[in-house]
């Protein structure tokens, strides 16, 4: 199993970037699709989470009507927009998948990308 983030950049506070995930090596449309996130010198925290059929988002409150999850089951491809993005947004972010029916802050991944780093500037 592969996930294979892009997207990350530097970017101007209020700015936006749009991150994608692409999976190979399971049935994606069968699985829970999340990203987190792991500033320097913290924990990884959950970012937001969608079902495998698309109807269920859930997200961090700290990301809530800034970020948008999306997925194209056809593709093998999950995304994370960010918008509005402020400087303590700026972290590594990670795409993982989960067999659960829906992820949430408190699931346990089978499997994680190598991540991809989101810099904001002030």
């Known amino acids: 199993v592969q996930l294979a983030e892009s997207g990350g950049g530097l970017v101007q506070a209020g700015g936006s970037l749009r991150l994608s995930c692409a999976a190979s090596g399971l049935t994606f449309r069968t699985y829970a699709m999340g990203w987190f996130r792991q500033a320097p010198g913290k924990e990884r925290l959950f970012v937001g989470g969608i079902s495998a059929g698309s109807t269920i988002t859930v997200y961090a409150d700290s990301v809530k009507g800034r970020f948008t999850i999306s997925r194209d089951n056809a593709k093998n491809t999950v995304s994370l927009q960010m918008n509005n993005l402020k400087p303590e947004d700026t972290a590594v972010y990670y795409c993982?998948?989960?067999?659960?029916?829906?992820?949430?802050?408190?699931?346990?991944?089978?499997?994680w990308g190598q991540g991809t780093q989101v810099t904001v500037s002030v």
């Open positions: 993982a998948a989960s067999d659960a029916v829906i992820f949430t802050a408190t699931s346990s991944p089978n499997y």
